[in-house]
């Protein structure tokens, strides 16, 4: 769940804000915080609590902070971020330009939007001035830049500016052409009123139902759907006329197929997987088409349903494997054997995140099943299967416990180990999948926008069959008294 900070400047409307919190009783909202902006020192520290929190986070923002008879000092730190943000939105035809007053004594200013259009060369101005400025100003401030971390920024205001909305979008564009694209900046209806239980109700709904338009849910693991979002993203970013060379071989002349840009590939793996730099830039064409490569229809087609899975013929570093195995469990992993070995299905993305599933159940049930001061062991075979081997915490109750589970559920196949049309959340089923090479429970969303979002929303539909597995098992499995054995 995404944390929940409200900043303002009246501390009764802290009070009115958990008092709505308590009668919704919804766990969406259990992380609230209330930043209050009503001194320069509390902006100030609101403005390094922001900077450092790049979690996921809504942040019901309002305008006006300063009493202009006392606040001198606020003024000024207001004045800097506005010049700051700015410099750090302007570029190419859009201007945004901070003017403060030029008498001495004010505390007052004008935030300019110039935009000026290609075709026509008409100049537009936007603008927003006084105290609606003081809330504007910790935009520039707000963390998870870096790591693209959904924020949802709700303007709270009883009558906010005409020119407000275009210049949040500008600043929002600005942002997501630096790479923060899971960045929103909206207004709520005017006239909600956060000292009014109601209003402050009204907001807090009006907040979880636009953050789950904008931020649907993929996967109920964060991991996965991290995952799942981050290879959706890659094929939105790509032209649409080139979207057909996404996750294939390719062939001379084209711009994004796995042979013509490697580059755009290792960063697909380091955003899906959450390598580093060094590993994913390590990673060569083979390992990238180990991952990531599909066929293609005759027509040019994505065809990434079961006909796009084969037996993982194409090498790939055991390096590189054990190096993504250690990312997604969180344990050490001990590598033997060969330098590459192949993976039990091709592509081998649904096959890692699988795994990344079965990692995130054995640490959700019993207290942590793993055992994290024993390494993961891996094999890569010269001949034979190759291995993964599981450790299991070394206590008594744990002693051949996910064996009997599976023996038990493979009585009452496939009722128990296998349940449709989702996973139930139990460790036996997450295995299975792994079997399998599939993730179950995954939710799309369909966009019924213009022809070319639906286009679109086709295309990723079409992609996340292939996490619908091969239709077969890729995988075996065998137990020991504390392990877990998956071999191919």
């Known amino acids: ?77 207001v004045t800097k971020n506005l010049t700051s943000l700015g410099k750090d939105i302007s570029s190419g035809h859009v201007t945004l330009t901070f003017l403060p007053d030029d008498r001495k004594s004010s505390q007052t200013a004008c935030l300019h939007l110039s935009s000026s259009n290609v075709d026509n060369g008409c100049v537009e101005v936007r603008t927003v001035s006084d105290s609606r400025l003081d809330g504007i100003s910790l935009l520039g401030s707000i963390g998870g830049k870096l790591a693209n971390s959904r924020t949802l920024v709700i303007i709270v205001s009883q009558l906010s500016p005409r020119d407000l909305t275009p210049i949040l979008l500008a600043i929002q564009t600005s942002f997501a052409e630096k790479g923060w694209t899971n960045l929103r900046l909206e207004k709520d209806v005017d006239g909600l009123d956060p000292q009014r239980l109601d209003d402050a109700k009204a907001l807090l709904s009006n907040a979880k139902t636009r953050w789950k338009i904008l931020f649907p849910r993929l996967h109920p693991e964060p991991l996965t759907e991290s995952l799942l979002g981050s290879w959706l993203e890659a094929y939105e970013g790509i032209p649409e006329a080139s979207r057909k060379e996404f996750c294939i071989h390719g062939q001379g002349g084209e711009l994004f197929t796995i042979q013509a840009n490697p580059g755009f590939y290792q960063s697909l793996l380091q955003d899906a997987l959450g390598l580093d730099v060094e590993t994913c830039k390590a990673a060569v064409d083979q390992d990238l088409k180990a991952v990531f490569q599909m066929e293609s229809h005759a027509s040019g087609f994505l065809d990434s349903g079961s006909h796009a899975m084969g037996n993982g013929g194409k090498p790939i570093s055991s390096v590189l494997v054990m190096s993504i195995i250690q990312k997604l469990s969180g344990n050490k992993v001990e590598y033997s054997g060969a330098d590459q070995m192949c993976l039990p299905c091709q592509p081998g993305l649904p096959f890692f995140a699988a795994l990344m599933v079965l990692f995130a159940r054995m640490q959700g049930q019993d207290h942590g099943m793993m055992n994290r001061t024993t390494s993961i062991s891996l094999h890569g075979a010269t001949s034979g299967p190759n291995r993964i081997s599981i450790p299991l915490r070394r206590r008594e109750e744990f002693k051949w416990k996910i064996a009997k589970r599976w023996n038990a559920k493979i009585e009452d196949f496939p009722a128990q180990i296998a349940p449709e049309p989702s996973n139930k959340g ?45 239709g077969r098992v890729v995988a075996g499995i065998s137990f020991g008294p504390y392990c877990i054995n998956i071999h191919w």
Not at 55 to 72: A, N, P, Q, V
Not at 436 to 443: E, F, L, S, T
Not at 445 to 466: H, P
Request: net charge negative.
């Open 1 to 77: 769940m995404p944390k929940i900070y409200q900043v303002d400047d009246a501390l009764g409307r802290e009070l009115t804000m958990k008092n709505a919190i308590e009668e919704l009783n919804d766990g969406f909202f259990g992380d609230y915080s209330f930043l209050c902006c009503k001194s320069e020192k509390e902006y100030t520290l609101a403005t390094l609590k922001l900077q450092k929190d790049s979690s996921e986070k809504i942040i019901l923002l309002d305008l006006g902070f300063r009493d202009l008879t006392l606040h001198e000092k606020m003024w000024d730190t």
């Open 426 to 470: 139990g460790v036996c089923p997450a295995l299975w999948d792994v079997l399998n090479a599939r993730v179950r429970g995954i939710k799309f969303k369909e966009d019924s926008g213009n022809q070319e979002k639906r286009q679109l929303t086709e295309g990723k539909k079409q992609l996340l069959k292939v996490f619908d597995g091969p």
